[in-house]
Structures are given as C-alpha cells and as structure tokens.
C-alpha cells in the first residue's frame, strides 16, 4: 500500500479521535456531562445522536463506492 494510500485509510479514525476529545472536553468544561446522565435518552443513543449526518458524509466520502 501506498503512503498516500496509508493516510487516507487512517484519516477517518484521525477525525473521530479528534471530534471526541473535542466534545468530551467541552461537556465537561461547561458541566453538561453530569447532568446529561439524566435526562430521558439513554446513555448509549446520545452520543449518536448529533454526530450522525456529519459522521455519514464522512463515510460516504470515503467509501469506495465509486472507484
């Protein structure tokens, strides 16, 4: 394989990393992430429920569908 091809295979799990450390911090600076334990949604639908189109472009984007 390519390094190229290497970067763009990684290049996903790279933005994941980064968007959820992103968003984890920010919950617990604002205090939102105690709370949210709370609320109705369960634990294991919220963190799928704002990241999902982004995180569907993202794969459509580079999946091979097209190649």
Known sequence: ?????TVIAWLP?????????????RELERGTAAPSWTQSVTPSRRP???????????????????R
Not at 48 to 66: D, E, H, M, Q, V
Request: proline share 11%.
């Open 1 to 5: 394989m390519s390094p190229a091809a």
């Open 13 to 25: 799990l790279a933005v994941a990393v980064h968007v959820g450390g992103v968003r984890t911090g």
């Open 48 to 66: 799928a429920a704002r990241p999902t189109l982004p995180a569907l472009l993202i794969t459509a984007g580079f999946s091979p569908c097209c």
